[in-house]
């Protein structure tokens, strides 16, 4: 049978984002059955307020409760509003910050605070809210498909600029190498261990081993974000004097993920003396004076390619190791012409990112008016009497 987590729901919307089999998720722990129309609310992270109607008869997991309003007094369909409102959530998370794991346990579900007006009002409310609600919905869609688009935009100019260069007119030779394809016939073709040292990072080490043992900041692949390098709240690990110097970070190196988000990377714009790097990071410095920030636009190239994936194999959990990074194929311009192709993708990339962002600040806008309209219209700070 269908089996619904808490994973399944899209927060604040009451929308169901997969519907998969308790066999296809390899499901063992505890499952409740529900029946098509109940009501399914998460007790885990009430703050996300996640909550559907079943759209058929299911399983939900050990961490949603089944509810099902009483037909003489309570539309299903408006519970399901009054379960995604602000006041409910505020309720949900006061209560769960009450146990030792914040949930919302029975008790305080069964003595939660419901409001409704008659049925009738009950129904205008719900056609309402869904009317409003497909609006704002279908300006989020276009967004987020702006965003789409925007990206794989970004990701095509970067492709382009590093395995292609700036000239369109340029005479081109074959690179022998199947992701990267034509290249400018004057550039070189190589793998990154011909022009960098890839160096893997340290295995987390909590307990001192030697007497001259030093106790450092260590950068973990969760330090690479999708804004940079975040150095906040770094963990701290134990290395002997001779790792201190074999994993030291210089201005100009590039950190790439090995596991996890393989591939993200970061080019340290300063030194970080003292500090060191996990094992599921590699350290990529260029030996001869190229330039980092084309060996990063490189990679992010051949990872949004999925040619980084081909490369780590087809292992449950893909891990570019430092032998796959040094096996990467390399095209390589002048390095004059490795700095104009980064002074371009600089300002390109800078203009496209800001599109994102504020699309991304829009949704979120929206978002919020859309959880505050439901909130309005359910507690009737919303008159809906007499809307069509």
Not at 102 to 124: C, D, M, T, Y
Not at 165 to 178: F, H, Q, V, Y
Not at 254 to 278: H, K, M, S, T, Y
Not at 354 to 377: G, H, V
Request: charged share 25%.
């Amino acid at each position: 049978m269908p089996l619904i987590a808490p994973n399944h729901i899209e927060p604040e919307t009451g929308k169901l984002t997969a519907l998969e089999s308790a066999e296809d998720q390899g499901a063992d722990s505890g499952k409740y059955l529900v029946t098509q129309g109940q009501l399914i609310y998460s007790k885990i992270r009430p703050n996300l307020a996640k909550a559907i109607t079943a759209p058929t008869d299911c399983l939900c997991s050990a961490d949603m409760y089944g509810l099902s309003p009483n037909p003489t007094v309570l539309e299903s369909d408006f519970a399901l509003r009054v379960l995604l409102s602000r006041p409910f959530t505020d309720y949900a998370i006061d209560s769960s910050m009450r146990v030792a794991m914040p949930k919302v346990n029975h008790e305080s579900l069964g003595a939660a605070p419901i409001w409704f007006p008659p049925l009738e009002e009950q129904r205008k409310i719900v056609d309402f809210i869904d009317r409003e609600t497909d609006k704002i919905d279908a300006l989020i869609a276009k967004q987020m498909q702006l965003i789409t688009t925007l990206r794989e935009d970004r990701a095509a100019t970067i492709t382009q600029a590093v395995t292609k260069g700036l000239d369109p007119n340029i005479e081109m030779k074959d690179s022998r190498a199947p992701w990267v394809g034509d290249v400018p016939a004057h550039w070189s073709v190589a793998k990154i261990k011909h022009g960098f040292s890839v160096t893997l990072g340290k295995m987390y080490q909590g307990e001192v081993q030697g007497a001259d043992d030093l106790q450092l900041p260590h950068l973990k692949a969760g330090s690479l974000t999708a804004a940079g390098l975040n150095l906040d709240d770094p963990m701290l690990c134990w290395f002997a004097p001779a790792e201190v110097s074999s994993l030291t970070l210089r201005k100009g190196d590039i950190l790439v993920v090995e596991g996890g988000a393989i591939g993200r990377c970061v080019v340290l714009d300063r030194d970080l003396p003292n500090w060191g790097f996990q094992k599921s990071l590699n350290r990529v410095r260029a030996l001869y004076g190229d330039s980092p920030r084309f060996l990063a636009y490189l990679i992010e190239a051949a990872t949004l390619s999925g040619h980084v994936s081909i490369l780590c194999g087809k292992a449950t959990i893909s891990h570019f190791t430092a032998e796959k990074v040094e096996a990467l194929e390399w095209p390589h311009p002048s390095v004059d012409e490795q700095a104009a192709i980064v002074a371009f993708l600089d300002a390109r990339c800078a203009q496209v990112d800001d599109l994102i962002w504020k699309s991304t600040e829009m949704i979120d806008t929206l978002r919020e008016y859309r959880s505050a309209l439901i909130t309005d219209a359910v507690t009737g700070r919303i008159n809906v009497q007499g809307v069509g």
